[in-house]
């Protein structure tokens, strides 16, 4: 059973398009989480990372965190063909410092 | 950014054989971590290491995987003997601190014949 779940598994969005990504830990030692972005042929890069409950703004990507469902969101607003990749949620557990990606979603946004 | 360089790209090896997977992270990092990637699919957590020693290994660390920093050297992965089901992208990330963002390199291609 995986612990980090995303949904949904890959989306298309137009350009200037919102896009909207969901993840969900079933693992409550999981304290901190990020959201990467893989574009083919290279490794994942961090897009940002939210620790606290709520919302944190970096730009056009927008991360909502709620500890209590162990849900992470990221919204991406003005949608470009650029954006088109692999995200991955990612959490961490404070104790080991292990860090587990989720399942993965493959996001294109049509010109 | 910060640049974590992986070497070989490629690697092509027959089954049975040994192969090392070398990584050279951010100077000043601290915290070292092998993943696993098949067919672009998800991101498999192999191995984090930290301070000369493995921190957590999950199930698909099997008992021929082995990593090692010696002397602040590359953070090396070693498979032996190798095995069919190892085939697959294999990726380097570094941190500098606990809770810090993971810098991936851009992988190494393992082929196993």
């Known amino acids: 059973q995986q612990k980090v779940q995303q949904s949904p598994e890959s989306l298309s969005v137009p350009e200037g398009g919102m896009a909207s990504l969901n993840c969900t830990s079933s693992?409550?030692?999981?304290?901190y989480f990020w959201w990467y972005r893989q574009h083919s042929g290279e490794g994942p890069k961090a897009l940002m990372?939210?620790?606290?409950?709520g919302d944190k703004k970096e730009g056009r990507f927008t991360a909502h965190l709620n500890k209590a469902s162990l849900h992470v969101s990221l919204h991406i607003r003005d949608s470009q063909p650029s954006d088109s990749a692999l995200y991955f949620c990612?959490?961490?557990?404070?104790?080991?410092?292990?860090?587990?990606f989720g399942t993965g979603t493959r996001l294109q946004v049509l010109p | 950014g910060p640049k974590v360089l992986q070497i070989p790209s490629h690697q092509i090896i027959d089954m049975g054989q040994m192969v090392t997977l070398n990584c050279d992270p951010v100077?000043?990092?601290?915290?070292f971590y092998w993943y696993k990637q098949i067919l672009g699919q998800q991101m498999e957590f192999l191995v984090n290491?930290?301070?000369?020693?493995?921190?957590?290994k999950s199930k698909l660390f099997k008992d021929q995987f082995s990593v090692e920093r010696p002397d602040g050297s590359y953070f090396t992965l070693k498979i032996q003997p190798t095995a069919l089901e190892d085939s697959a992208v294999y990726f380097c990330?570094?941190?500098?601190?606990?809770?810090?963002?993971?810098?991936f390199g851009s992988g190494t291609r393992l082929t196993v014949l």
């Open positions: 990372s939210i620790f606290s409950d």
């Open positions: 990330a570094s941190s500098s601190a606990s809770a810090e963002t993971l810098y």
């Open positions: 290491f930290y301070n000369g020693k493995v921190m957590e």
């Open positions: 693992d409550r030692n999981f304290q």
């Open positions: 990612a959490a961490s557990e404070p104790n080991t410092n292990k860090v587990v």
């Open positions: 100077s000043n990092h601290l915290y």
